[in-house]
């Protein structure tokens, strides 16, 4: 796994980054948060509206200050809230949840609070450069999470961070995060801990150098849109990725072709797909690819898309397709 950093706009509100450090500590013992099906609409919807829904709506409630640079601490119902969001999305790609570090989210929060307080992002933050609220502790911790940092704007959306960070993490939208590897950081399908620290403005989520298991659910490919059954609300605005588990496959020589279908897979048209090309370091190895046009479904409606990727090295199949459905959980 290489250093990874990386800054874009999020939800024309926010910036996000990621990267890679070291980080131990010990783990609170929680109940599944997330079951579902991306085989039924039904299950994906229950899913959506009693788990991520109601997890978007909890705000940080950080008792820490800028102004003098005091940690505080962030609500155990916002990092709950936080730990759902990532457990849902990684619930859509069928891999194991996480559970979160009690002593690594104080680290984290130390992290949120520097970004907060300096309005920047950096994986390696000097003390010159970032010289409000600075720390050994944050500084450290910022090498291995992903950061994000609101607008502040106006029209933000609230809360800002939290379990909403995730969105934006898993959107990675910005010409600086082309290879997403915030979402493939989340994605990873051996990773079982992870931690996090919010202030009303930042977010810092530990993704990297925690622990992970060889025994964790690895599924031959990990999709976002992931296959099946797929809520529009997480749809990344056309910048769609497809990742291995297995670091023996390369997707160096790839080629991807989205279509339009309909339920019974009839080819109703086909969409320009822009393959970016390959950088691994960045968790799992993966392919990016834009795909212009994406069309919403209106009301209760599903649009269908056939993903069809050839060209694939040291898999057992060269070419692997599968149909995505989106669709509005809210209406369902």
Known sequence: MGRARQLG????????????????????????DVSLKTSSRASVAKAYNRVLAPALRVKTGWTGSTASCKRGSESAK????????VNFVRALNQLDEIKLDSKLNKKALSTALLMHANGALSHS?????????????????????????????????????????ILG?????????????????????????????STSRANALTVVGTRTS??????????????GWFPQQLEPSGRWSISASSSKVSFAKAKVKVQRVNAKGKVLGSHKV??????????????????????????????????????IKGAKKSKYSYTVKLFDPTKF
Request: glycine share 12%.
């Open 9 to 32: 706009r999020v939800a024309a509100t926010a910036i996000v980054a990621t990267g890679l450090a070291l980080g131990t500590g010990g783990v609170a013992a929680t109940a599944k």
């Open 78 to 85: 916002s990092k709950r809230a936080t730990r759902k969001a």
């Open 125 to 165: 933050p000097s003390k010159a450069s970032f010289s409000r609220c600075w720390s050994s502790t944050a500084s450290l911790a910022a090498s291995s999470s992903n950061l994000y940092l609101s607008g502040g704007f106006s029209g933000d959306l609230a809360p800002s961070t939290g379990a909403r960070a």
């Open 169 to 197: 993490y898993m959107e990675d939208a910005g010409s600086g995060n082309i290879a997403v590897g915030h979402r493939r950081w989340i994605l990873n399908p051996t990773t079982r801990l992870m931690a996090t620290g």
């Open 214 to 227: 060889s025994k964790a659910a690895q599924p031959t490919y990990l999709e976002w849109p992931a296959k």
């Open 274 to 311: 822009t393959v970016h090309k390959v950088r691994d370091g960045y968790g799992p190895h993966t392919l990016v690819f834009s795909v212009k046009g994406v069309k919403k479904p209106k009301g209760t409606s599903t649009v269908r898309f056939k993903v069809t990727v050839s060209g």
